[in-house]
């Protein structure tokens, strides 16, 4: 079975900063998915990147970019020039074909002004 | 192109009471997703379903609840006899075969 660990559950940052949030999973798959999903207070879940394991480069999304390590089984997400709008749970999540998706328990991230 | 549609947004029922959710898939999605997430915690996988099959159940708990997609109309996923440890946010998602999924605003179930 899939699992996803973030082992940080809590961090703040100032605005202007960059974070890197951690994710690592395990699974005996090749090909698979790993996404990061951006929960604010208003509940919504909200795709912030996509990263297909097949692809070598890693994916970019304006201020978001990852550091996929296959080998490590290793998504990290960064956030450059942290906005206070970036305050929010972030979800690490993995998914392999059409299957469910499986999430880390999530970690609480703060913009401080 | 609307996103994914729930609803209600809130809904409270007293122990016993059923609770009916309703989820719209975007438009061209096939693939229907149900998660739940208890308070302070991340999402569980629920059920998977296309239309007028469930395709993964295997998050779902073996009483009380239930989900269809039939041919017309939205994906519904029903809890009877309510209790107060159902209580917690519903999420909804669709998607097409290998895509992203999307998720809808949820529905929050407060059982009195």
């Known amino acids: 079975a899939q699992t996803v660990t973030q082992s940080q559950p809590e961090m703040s940052v100032q605005e202007a900063e960059t974070v890197t949030l951690s994710c690592t999973y395990d699974?005996?798959?090749?090909?698979?998915?790993l996404f990061w999903y951006k929960q604010p207070p208003s509940r919504q879940m909200i795709l912030v990147i996509r990263?297909?394991?097949?692809?070598?480069q890693n994916a970019t999304e304006n201020r978001f970019s990852v550091n996929f390590q296959k080998a490590a089984k290793s998504f990290s997400l960064k956030i450059s020039d942290s906005q206070l709008g970036d305050t929010a749970m972030y979800f690490c999540?993995?998914?392999?074909?059409?299957?469910?998706?499986?999430f880390g328990k999530g970690m609480k991230l703060t913009v401080n002004p | 192109n609307a996103g994914v549609m729930q609803n209600p947004r809130h809904l409270v029922r007293r122990r016993g009471q059923e609770a009916r959710l309703r989820c719209s898939p975007m438009?061209?999605?096939?693939?229907v997703y149900w998660y739940r997430q208890l308070p302070e915690e991340g999402l569980k996988f629920m059920v998977y379903?296309?239309?007028?099959?469930?395709?993964?159940e295997s998050g779902m708990p073996k009483e009380r609840f239930s989900a269809e997609f039939p041919k017309e109309g939205p994906s519904i996923l029903r809890i009877q006899q309510v209790v107060r440890g159902d209580s917690a946010a519903y999420f909804c998602?669709?998607?097409?075969?290998?895509?992203?999924?999307?998720f809808g605003p949820g529905t929050r179930l407060t059982v009195l």
């Open positions: 998602a669709s998607s097409t075969f290998t895509d992203t999924q999307y």
């Open positions: 699974t005996s798959e090749s090909n698979y998915y």
């Open positions: 990263q297909e394991a097949y692809k070598q």
């Open positions: 999540a993995f998914r392999y074909g059409s299957e469910k998706l499986v």
């Open positions: 438009k061209g999605h096939s693939h």
């Open positions: 379903l296309q239309k007028e099959n469930i395709i993964d």
